[in-house]
């Protein structure tokens, strides 16, 4: 079964700094695509940042940035210099598209930003 | 302004009523999609639709109906069957062309059992 896990429930930084926030998934296939959404307290979700399977190089919005193992199965984010308005949920998400077509999300990290 | 809608941002659902929410799209998009959302965890599919007048039912769609009569159109019927339809409800859609996979959301609808 296609799964994605987030183990950090919750995480913290302060303003201008980096934070790092950690996403493994569960695949047999070999064509995909993984994201990173935002969802602020809107609730409404926003694209961060995304990566295709077969590209080995690492993704880069801006700030955010990625980290993709594919061998180890992770896709972790990168935000550099941090500001409070990244404060929110962020969800790592696993697209299949053969025989079904939908994402596939993990439960969430909730990041705090400090002044 | 291209970007998907939907209404109504709050609904109220007494016992034993079907309550329809609505998504609308103006990006021209092929696919449309229904997920939940419950406290404390990500997001699940209910439906999906690639094309007009065909809709796949994704992992929870127990209790939900939908209907796909024009492109820019996807409502989504919560029935009295879904014993427990308390939750955040968000429309997506997307571009079917590989080289452009991303799904984007509306601003959801939070539905409330009385």
């Known amino acids: 079964a296609q799964t994605v896990t987030q183990s950090q429930p919750e995480m913290s930084v302060q303003e201008a700094e980096t934070v790092t926030l950690s996403c493994t998934y569960d695949?047999?296939?070999?064509?995909?695509?993984l994201f990173w959404y935002k969802q602020p307290p809107s609730r409404q979700m926003i694209l961060v940042i995304r990566?295709?399977?077969?590209?080995?190089q690492n993704a880069t919005e801006n700030r955010f940035s990625v980290n993709f193992q594919k061998a180890a199965k992770s896709f972790s984010l990168k935000i550099s210099d941090s500001q409070l308005g990244d404060a929110a949920m962020y969800f790592c998400?696993?697209?299949?598209?053969?025989?079904?077509?939908?994402?596939?999300f993990g439960t969430g990290t909730r990041l705090q930003v400090f002044p | 302004d291209g970007g998907i809608t939907q209404s109504p941002k709050y609904l109220f659902r007494k016992e034993g009523q079907n309550v329809t929410l609505s998504c609308e799209q103006n990006?021209?998009?092929?696919?449309m999609y229904w997920y939940r959302q419950d406290p404390g965890q990500g997001l699940r599919l209910i439906y999906y639709?690639?094309?007009?007048?065909?809709?796949q039912k994704g992992d929870i769609a127990e209790g939900y109906s939908v209907s796909r009569e024009k492109k820019e159109s996807f409502p989504l019927t919560v029935t009295s069957a879904q014993k427990n339809p308390t939750a955040f409800y968000l429309c997506?859609?997307?571009?079917?062309?590989?080289?452009?996979?991303?799904?984007?959301f509306g601003p959801g609808t939070r539905l409330l059992v009385l």
């Open positions: 997506a859609s997307s571009i079917q062309d590989r080289a452009q996979e991303t799904q984007y």
């Open positions: 695949t047999s296939e070999s064509d995909y695509y």
């Open positions: 990566q295709e399977a077969y590209k080995q």
């Open positions: 998400a696993y697209r299949i598209f053969y025989n079904t077509d939908k994402l596939i």
């Open positions: 990006l021209n998009h092929d696919a």
């Open positions: 639709s690639q094309i007009v007048n065909d809709f």
